[in-house]
């Protein structure tokens, strides 16, 4: 089943049709193999080796250091220092993060060293303690008698960190993904890639000291962590999904039935949109030890027990989530709706869910998006943005005034002294003056290609297939279709915000299902023998035991000057 994330259609987006020239050949065959020929091309895979590796993404277990991006270098430091520490029975703590990607690295690197005969234990500190290693921590694990501390998802910028562990007589190895400043930590050993998430990191080094590593947690940790699914990302979950389909994880298990999934479709919508944002929320609101302990456990009543735990805590998440967006939304409307970057700071919003709602207030006004939690002395914050304002870039400009800071070119999140907010507002709101035009601040629908709706057929349809998994960095194939006639029109949903309608071409033999979601007013108004430009993802629908083609709806155009009256 193919699966994309729905645009709100009452967000206007400017089409870019990447070919202009649509398809030439004549024959359905060499129709059909044009347009996956286009598309290959629009991702950019020319020559016979990129397609290859594209259709047919090679083994994970095959992927090298240098391949990834790693220094083997150190990778062979980090392994010898880890069976010293196996050997030597010395303590061993996985650093870990409270986000997804976070807690599925910290898992797979401690289930490896428990499988080793280990004396290892993961620590994940809560939200509110702060992100990455925490110099009061340290001093804790050294009186704990720790030897060994391997961060993973975070550490490559924890320079006072690893110099504090070290004076201590704690050897600390890095595993990260994230972007190194202008120098690393003196860290005993540093395995770092940008090409694959936190998850990812401690999977390739698990990997290194043992062959008996799954992907079921690389895979989530890759797709929740919106890791590109090209090259090395695209064999993990290509791979990884048909583990996650088949997990005996009680964990897992328990979490796909309370989402209500059938394990045997499970695709990166599912993991990125139900499995994802459950996992995320211990994290979020309480302790990201429990999620540890619900992907972790062999024991099925506790792993259901979790699993409710987890369900009501996602509930809470997402009533505070739209609490603190529609807090925000008015906010933002009746301050500085014009502006160019969103920064709004309010004492009532929880530090767990900020990250959510700049990513939907980012959905609806597309400008950068900064949403703070205010607190008394510090102030914590999750930050959102667009192509062409690199927040992370940005917050380091105003390195002097942060407390701390990180993340990558489009989320970040940073902390600093409640008392230099206005300072901070009126510098990035400045750099985004200067870097933001109307051009950048207009979002894009890309299309891949023209097509008559004949194109359409079961045919195309598998040979699509050979694109999944989709996901961000691999988008599901966007097509147009001109002039179409509209059929029957219904609204559907809870507010009658979606539209459910038959579009055809004229010839009836060619009529198709299709809905369109988060229609604007103007589309709701649509009415049979309108003629309208569609732009459309496809897939099969089934329905009492009959399977179709039905066009998902990204946006609608009223053709100029013929809508029927």
Partial sequence: MLHSLYIIMRVKRKWQLLFKTGVAAKGEKERREEIVKKLLHNRDFKTKKQIQEFLN???PYKLTAGYLGIDPKQVAKAVARI?????????????????????????ILWETLNSLKAKAMPFIPRREQGYGLKVEVI?????????????????????????????????VVVTDHHLPGKEKPKAMAIVHTTQLCGAGVSWFLSTCLSKKVGLDLVTIGTITDMMPLTVANRS????????LR?????????????????????????????????????????????????????????ASVLARQINEKNQKRQKLTDEAFFHARGLWLAQDKKGKLIFIAHESYEEGVVGLVAGKMLEEFYRPAIIITRGEKYSRASARSISGFNIVDALRLSDDILSSHGGHPLAAGFTIETEKLDELEKRLKSLA????????????LKIDLEL??????????????????????????????RNLTVGDTRLVGNSSQHLKLRLSSG???????????????????LKKGDKVDAVYNFDENEWNGTTNLQLRVKALRISPGLRHD
Avoid: W
């Avoid at 520490?85 to 807690?103: F, H, L, Q, R």
């Avoid at 459950?278 to 992907?295: E, K, Q």
């Fill in 452 to 481: 008559n709706l004949s194109d359409l057929s079961f045919a195309l349809f598998e040979r699509l297939q050979e694109f999944e998994p989709f996901g961000f960095g691999n988008p599901e194939p966007v097509f147009l279709s």
């Fill in 507 to 525: 010839d009836p033999a060619l009529v198709f299902e299709a809905i369109a979601f988060g229609v604007d007013d103007e589309t709701k108004r």
């Fill in 236 to 243: 993990i979950v290509k791979h990884g999904l048909n583990s």
């Fill in 83 to 107: 069976k010293k520490a196996i050997k030597n029975n010395e303590k061993i703590i996985v650093y870990g993060d409270y986000d997804t990607d976070g807690v599925c690295a910290t898992a």
């Fill in 57 to 59: 993404p090679v083994d």
């Fill in 139 to 171: 001093d804790q694990l050294k009186k704990e008698g720790v030897g060994l501390i391997i961060t993973v998802d975070q550490g490559i910028v924890a320079h006072t960190q690893v110099k504090h562990a070290q004076k201590l007589g704690i050897d």
């Fill in 433 to 444: 003056d200067q870097q933001l035009d109307e051009e950048k601040l207009t979002p894009t």
């Fill in 246 to 302: 088949k997990t005996k994880r009680p964990g897992l298990l328990a979490l796909y039935e309370i989402a209500g999934i059938d394990k045997e479709k499970i695709g990166t919508y599912e993991i990125g949109f139900l499995i994802g944002p459950r996992l995320n929320v211990s994290g979020r609101l309480d302790d990201p030890m429990d999620t540890l302990r619900l992907v972790c456990t062999k024991d099925e009543q506790r």
